[in-house]
């Protein structure tokens, strides 16, 4: 993965923005606003590869035990099938959980590259921190040392809405905000639940008619 420094020297160099006059006289003598907005950038993205290693692993285990399923049910093993298939379903949740995370990590790096280019700090990064702050309480309760680097995040963040409130001497309603966050992660929730039905088979429940011949 890149390091910080390359996403500064990506973002920095020739960026036209339609910013107000303060902010462009602010982005023009000075790098403090663009530059935390890329190390959040940076940040946000390592957090998305973190969860992308964590939903291989889980796919992984899950297939294993996926197969145990299978093999307990051929040998008509009720009980043992059970067992797996509750482990499964434990794993599909928390997978579920962590597509549901990073797709809304996604969302706001996406909004994030958009401010940069775009210029409209004050308007834009606001929202982010709403959904930053939501998925922290989401994250901290199944992989804490997310949670912990979205809180960093989020304070950085809101460090950038302060500054540029106070250069244009206005504040979006919070309440707004609120809305659009809820927003994106009920539809990283949907699309979650769509790729999970997609990407992991459904436990079965009867051995199939041609395996049990096979077995006879």
Same mark, same amino acid.
């Given at each position: 993965? +890149? *390091? ?15 910013? %107000?006059?303060?902010?462009? /006289? ?34 992984? $285990?899950?297939?294993?035990?996926? &197969?145990? #399923? ?5 040998? @008509? /093993?009720?009980? $043992? ?14 997978? @579920?959980?962590?597509? %549901?995370? $990073? ?10 590259? %958009? ?7 004050? #308007? *834009?990064?606001? +929202? ?5 702050? /939501?998925? $922290? ?5 199944? #992989? +804490? ?16 809405? %302060?500054?540029? *409130?106070?250069?244009? *001497?206005?504040? +979006? ?8 966050? @809820? ?13 999970? @039905?997609?990407?992991?088979? &459904? ?14």
């Amino acid at each position: 993965m +890149p *390091g910080v420094e390359t996403f500064v020297k990506a973002w920095l160099p020739n960026n036209k923005s339609s910013l %107000t006059e303060k902010l462009k /006289d602010k982005f023009a003598t000075q790098q403090p606003i663009k530059y935390k907005l890329t190390i959040a950038l940076y940040k946000l993205k390592t957090q998305t590869s973190k969860l992308d290693y964590m939903i291989a692993k889980m796919k992984e $285990r899950d297939a294993q035990l996926f &197969e145990k #399923v299978v093999q307990a049910q051929m040998e @008509k /093993d009720s009980a $043992r099938a059970a067992m797996y298939a509750a482990e499964v379903a434990e794993i599909r949740k928390l997978v @579920k959980a962590l597509m %549901t995370a $990073r797709l809304a990590l996604e969302r706001v790096a996406l909004r994030l590259e %958009t401010i940069m280019a775009m210029g409209d700090a004050l #308007v *834009g990064i606001a +929202p982010v921190v709403s959904v930053i702050k /939501d998925l $922290r309480k989401y994250l901290l309760g199944i #992989v +804490p040392e997310i949670g912990l680097e979205l809180t960093e995040i989020g304070e950085l963040l809101e460090g950038i809405v %302060t500054e540029t *409130g106070e250069l244009s *001497g206005a504040f +979006p309603a919070p309440t707004v905000h609120s809305e659009e966050a @809820k927003k994106i992660l009920e539809e990283a929730a949907a699309i979650a639940e769509q790729r999970l @039905k997609a990407e992991f088979p &459904e436990l079965p429940t009867t051995v199939p008619s041609g395996e049990k011949q096979a077995q006879k």
